[in-house]
């Protein structure tokens, strides 16, 4: 009998030819009247990229991708890791715990240019609405239903992110 104890990982999405892309729901700020423009697709990698345009014009500046999951207790795991390849960018990585919440708990991000092993502890994971933080504590919670990522530079800018892969360890 081995000594060595594995480690339980859950899959939350996993970007490959037969993946669910459709499933995941872009929101640029153009629900404010902004001007900016977010896609996500599947590369020739098979891997999510998340790219497009930001502009600050009538007060835009943002976009985003979310993506409904089925409930689950997070019990049990610690973080989430990320397998990511950015263009440099500052990105937000959202995580709800219910799809009827209006706020999110976020953790804010630099990529580098070049693939990312990312290992986000939930705790660290802080209260957020509309880019405002919230006086609540924490993610503490007992489940997640919802994923996303987000950016927001405050100046007008093309972005890219590739992912790999979202699991919880």
């Known amino acids: 009998m081995s000594n060595t104890q594995t480690q339980k ?31 996500i697709s599947l590369n020739e990698n098979g891997n999510g990229l998340f790219n497009g345009y930001i502009s600050t014009e009538n007060n835009g500046g943002f976009s985003s991708i979310r993506l409904d999951i089925d409930s ?3 019990d049990t795991y610690q973080a989430v890791v990320l397998e990511i390849k950015g263009d440099g960018s500052i990105f937000q990585f959202r995580i709800k715990r219910s799809t009827s919440e209006h706020h999110s708990y976020i953790f804010n991000f630099e990529t580098s240019g070049e693939w990312q092993t990312l290992i986000i502890p939930l705790h660290q994971m802080t209260p957020s609405f509309r880019g405002s933080k919230l006086d609540l504590s924490n993610f503490d919670k007992d489940q997640i239903e919802q994923i996303g990522f987000l950016i927001a530079p405050k100046i007008n800018t093309s972005f890219q992110l590739e992912i790999k892969r979202i699991i919880l360890k």
């Open 9 to 39: 990982t859950k899959t939350l999405f996993n970007f490959n030819a037969d993946c669910a892309i459709g499933s995941w729901l872009v929101v640029n700020d153009i629900v404010m009247g902004g001007k900016s423009s977010g896609h």
């Open 72 to 74: 689950f207790s997070t």
